[in-house]
């Protein structure tokens, strides 16, 4: 979930060596890393909304118990981002989270293009996933969630859970690209615990969950104020680690 760039000089530099290559098919393979990006992005945002939904949704057919349910979804939701950012990080870096991308786009770590492409595709991906999620279990496609989260206490809880998640991310990957993944899965695992809010944390996910009445849902009414404790939450991590890591 951070950026990591591809070495576009060193595929420059060559082309130009081969002086029969021209600065259009230089700009081609820059549109076609973009593209592999973007497409990344959705594909990686699309499966957590499935891990998210679907694990809630399996829980809830198996059991009554609310406990059993959470633990499935906590489950589930951990391996499954693990694994996502383990399987896109050397592509696009791994945000599927909005907030994330704008974070590295404040950094100054990726073009405004690039982010606003990134941000496209994690929404457009959210809602696929959504629609895959819900014809797996044979549901209706789309649905409002009635869940009520409401409450100063909750948007508490997603500022807390996203300013940890940025300062996970902006620390850990200093350090290893390797570890970034399981710490990130860790720490949406323990937000599920130690947030009222289950730990959203995550824009494009939050408006996807307004669109399934079941147990990760969330009434769309509600889906504004948790983004705008995400993003402010997010933006104050990043200034707070830039001091504390002297970055």
Same mark, same amino acid.
């Given at each position: 979930m951070l950026s990591v760039e591809i070495d576009k000089g060193r595929i420059i530099k060559s082309c130009i060596f081969h002086k029969h290559v021209t600065k259009d098919v230089i700009l081609n393979i820059m549109n076609i890393s973009l593209l592999r990006k973007v497409i990344s992005e959705a594909i990686g945002t699309a499966f957590l909304v499935m891990i998210v939904i679907g694990s809630g949704i399996m829980g809830q057919n198996l059991s009554t118990d609310t406990l059993s349910i959470l633990l499935a979804n906590?489950?589930?939701?951990?391996?499954?981002?693990?694994? =996502?950012?383990?399987?896109?990080?050397?592509?696009?870096? @791994?945000?599927?989270?909005? /907030?994330?991308?704008? $974070?590295?786009?404040? %950094?100054r770590e990726m073009p405004a293009l690039e982010a606003l492409a990134y941000i496209a595709a994690q929404f457009l991906g959210a809602m696929l996933g959504v629609l895959i999620v819900h014809a797996m279990f044979d549901l209706a496609l789309l649905q409002i969630s009635s869940n009520f989260r409401g409450g100063v206490n909750l948007y508490l809880s997603e500022s807390i859970a996203t300013f940890g998640l940025l300062m996970t991310i902006l620390s850990v990957r200093r350090f290893s690209l390797i570890a970034l993944a399981p710490a990130v899965? =860790?720490?949406?695992?323990?937000?599920?615990?130690?947030? @009222?809010?289950?730990?959203? /944390?995550?824009?494009? $996910?939050?408006?996807? %969950?307004?669109?399934?009445?079941?147990?990760?849902?969330?009434?769309?009414?509600?889906?504004?104020?948790?983004?705008?404790?995400?993003?402010?939450?997010?933006?104050?991590?990043?200034?707070?680690?830039?001091?504390?890591?002297?970055?």
């Open positions: 906590t489950l589930a939701t951990g391996v499954g981002l693990t694994t =996502l950012i383990w399987v896109f990080i050397a592509i696009s870096g @791994a945000h599927f989270n909005p /907030a994330v991308t704008l $974070v590295m786009l404040l %950094r899965g =860790l720490y949406i695992s323990a937000g599920y615990w130690f947030t @009222a809010s289950t730990s959203f /944390a995550n824009p494009a $996910v939050t408006v996807a %969950r307004g669109f399934t009445d079941s147990f990760t849902g969330i009434d769309p009414a509600f889906i504004p104020p948790f983004i705008g404790a995400q993003l402010i939450a997010a933006v104050t991590a990043m200034l707070l680690m830039r001091f504390l890591l002297d970055d």
